[in-house]
């Protein structure tokens, strides 16, 4: 609160008040939402606290957006605020692929960086990639089709390359703590969980040259 205070004092010098601040909520669950809308009876204050401790606590009612109770033809707002809303709300459902988030009413008005955003956010959801690129064949428009066609080659490629990176890192782990074993027979469990917490290719490298060289496992321990 003191950053928002001085942020806006920076942006606005003769300012002595904040604007109103309207906090909400917004809740994705496909089930009713059972707690309080009241931020304070979310805290828990130990018992006999006394009023020393409570009057520090914020109390406000926040605003609660349901997306449970939100039918999807009535979510309004922007086309990509429309298409996150729904989006957010068919993840609970298992509806990713279906046509309230695939309209091509609001898809073909998104803005490039939005709409591969929102395929993004689709795609991260481990869906049947089957599924999807038949839903891609689905769409009408050929510009959206095309869109997302390559989206979903780029989306692939980078999938391969992080897939070939991490193997690649694995096995740079690996043979360090072969090495490690060869050479001095045992490698404490510290040592091996430092060593596959390491993810620089050279790093690993310098590591594997240093566990071939190094006199003992204190030496090799420095380099890290």
Avoid: C
């Avoid at 780029?154 to 740079?172: C, P, T, Y």
Wanted: hydrophobic content about 45%; proline content about 5%; charged content about 30%.
């Amino acid at each position: 609160m003191v950053r928002i205070w001085n942020d806006y004092l920076r942006n606005n010098p003769l300012a002595t008040k904040l604007p109103a601040i309207l906090p909400l909520v917004l809740a994705q669950d496909n089930k009713p939402w059972k707690s309080s809308t009241r931020f304070a009876d979310l805290i828990d204050i130990p018992e006999g606290a006394g009023e020393d401790i409570k009057k520090h606590i914020p109390d406000f009612e926040f605003q609660l957006v349901e997306l449970f109770r939100m039918p999807f033809e009535k979510i309004l707002g922007t086309p990509m605020g429309i298409l996150t809303l729904r989006a957010l709300k068919a993840e609970k459902l298992q509806a990713l692929l279906d046509d309230v988030v695939w309209d091509e009413s609001l898809l073909i008005q998104l803005p490039s960086a939005s709409f591969e955003m929102l395929m993004r956010y689709i795609l991260d959801r481990d869906l049947d990639k089957p599924a999807f690129r038949r839903r891609l064949k689905t769409l009408h428009s050929p510009k959206l089709s095309k869109n997302a066609m390559s989206l979903a080659e780029q989306f692939r490629q980078e999938g391969r390359q992080e897939g070939h990176q991490e193997g690649l890192i694995f096995s740079k782990q690996q043979d360090i703590l072969e090495a490690l074993e060869i050479r001095f027979q045992r490698v404490p469990g510290g040592l091996r969980e430092e060593i596959g917490s390491i993810a620089d290719a050279k790093k690993l490298t310098h590591l594997h040259r240093a566990a071939i060289t190094s006199a003992d496992l204190e030496s090799f321990a420095a380099e890290l």
